[in-house]
Structure formats: structure tokens, C-alpha cells
């Protein structure tokens, strides 16, 4: 069965640091986002892309991160200067289209310290 | 504005104990999805299921089954006799179709938090 992966699955890295977080989304899939869950809380939307560009972001999507799709493959998401507030699970998901089931990925836990 | 919500935090039950999980859901929009996922404590979300909003059949799944009311905007879920394996987060997400089109961006409920004891 398709499915979207994740690496790496736990990282740990200092504050002021930057971070490529990288994502593989099932094959066929349009859309591709990043969510985000904070330790205990709920998942939060992040951002969308759909044909090459950002769709949506949240007011959490900041200037410092950003997304690309370097090639055919793969779907990255990257904080430039992290923070502590930064460390949380962060999920990549794709779907086919809009409004069609959301698959996610296993996620990446950051630790910022 | 969008929103869900899961009232209920945590609930625990004895093994083979029905539960149902509620979830109410806040939109402007006539076109919508809404969705279940499952938390288990390994971390990943998994997908339980998508009902759009022209569809208000009920649905069962094994021992899963859904009641999607959209008089009182709710999306209930129930599990029959449930398992220690259900033991989980499980969020409920709403999914719009907006002015701008439909990026089908989920917006998650806050979570419940489910143990299921032997």
C-alpha cells in the first residue's frame, strides 16, 4: 500500500539552527502539506502546495520556514532559525485531490534545545 | 469561522465496553468533509475515514460505525465493544471547500484521548 515517508524520524538541534525536514508523498498525489503537533496538543495546518507553489499557509508559516519540491519526489519543509517553541512533531501528508482523503506520514520529531 | 470541536478530553472504558467519541463542527460552507484519524501512541495519524457533506448515511466498519448529523453539525463516532488495541487519540477534521477552492487543508479537532482497559 502507498504510502507518504518521513526522515528523519527524531531530530535534535540547537536553537539559531536550520533544519531540512523531508518528506516523500505517495506517488500520485497533487497536494502536499506540512502539519505540525506541539507535545499534547492537537494538529495544527502549517501549509499546502499544489502545483508548484504554496495554496494555503497558517499564520504559523512564517518567514521562517519554507517549502520546496526540489524534484518529482520530494517535498521538503525548512526552518531557517529554529527556536525553542519550534520542537514539536511535524507531519508531512498528500492527497490526491482536494477534499480527498489526507494521507500523513509517520512525522519527524524536532527538539530544538 | 471553521472549527471543531471534541468535547470530551479522555474517556476511559472497560474492554468491550461500547464508547462513542463526539465531534461538533463549525462552517459556512455547503460543501464540506469531515474526517477521522487515529492516534495510537507510536505516534502516526491513520486514517478512519471521509464523509462529505451531501452524504449523511450512517456507516459502520466493523466495529467501527458513524453518525453524521448535520441538523446539530455533529460527526459522531462509535466503537462496539471495544479493545485494548483502541487505546488512542482520535481526531475528528473538518475539510472546506472556500472562496479560494479547495486546497483541502484539515483543521483538527482538539482530540480525545481514549484507554481502553482489560
Known amino acids: 500500500e502507498p504510502e507518504v515517508t518521513q526522515t528523519p524520524s527524531h531530530q535534535v538541534t540547537q536553537m539559531g539552527q536550520e533544519v531540512i525536514l523531508r518528506c516523500v508523498p505517495i506517488?500520485?498525489?497533487?497536494?502536499f502539506y506540512w502539519y505540525r503537533q506541539i507535545l499534547g496538543q492537537k494538529v495544527e495546518f502549517l501549509v499546502s502546495?499544489?502545483?508548484?507553489?504554496?495554496?494555503?499557509k497558517s499564520e504559523i508559516f512564517d518567514d521562517q520556514f519554507s517549502v520546496e519540491r526540489p524534484d518529482g519526489s520530494n517535498f521538503t519543509l525548512k526552518i531557517r532559525s529554529t527556536k525553542l517553541e519550534d520542537s514539536a512533531m511535524y507531519f508531512c501528508?498528500?492527497?490526491?485531490?482536494?477534499?480527498?482523503?489526507?494521507?500523513f506520514g509517520e512525522g519527524s520529531w524536532l527538539t530544538v534545545v | 469561522a471553521q472549527k471543531v470541536t471534541q468535547a470530551q478530553t479522555e474517556i476511559s472504558v472497560v474492554e468491550k465496553e461500547d464508547v462513542t467519541l463526539d465531534c461538533v463542527y463549525e462552517?459556512?460552507?455547503?460543501?464540506?468533509?469531515l474526517f477521522w484519524y487515529k492516534q495510537p501512541p507510536s505516534g502516526e495519524l491513520v486514517f478512519l475515514i471521509r464523509?462529505?457533506?451531501?452524504?449523511?448515511q450512517n456507516e459502520i466498519s466493523g466495529r467501527y460505525s458513524w453518525n453524521f448529523q448535520k441538523s446539530t453539525s455533529s460527526f459522531n463516532f462509535t466503537i462496539t465493544a471495544s479493545q485494548v488495541v483502541d487505546s488512542a487519540v482520535y481526531f475528528c477534521?473538518?475539510?472546506?471547500?472556500?472562496?479560494?477552492?479547495?486546497?483541502?487543508?484539515?483543521?483538527f479537532g482538539q482530540g480525545t484521548t481514549l484507554q481502553v482497559k482489560p
Open positions: 501528508a498528500s492527497g490526491g485531490t482536494a477534499g480527498n482523503t489526507i494521507y
Open positions: 506517488s500520485n498525489h497533487l497536494y
Open positions: 502546495f499544489y502545483n508548484n507553489e504554496i495554496s494555503e
Open positions: 462552517t459556512r460552507d455547503t460543501t464540506y468533509y
Open positions: 464523509r462529505n457533506s451531501f452524504d449523511e
Open positions: 477534521a473538518l475539510s472546506e471547500v472556500g472562496w479560494a477552492g479547495n486546497t483541502g487543508k484539515l483543521i
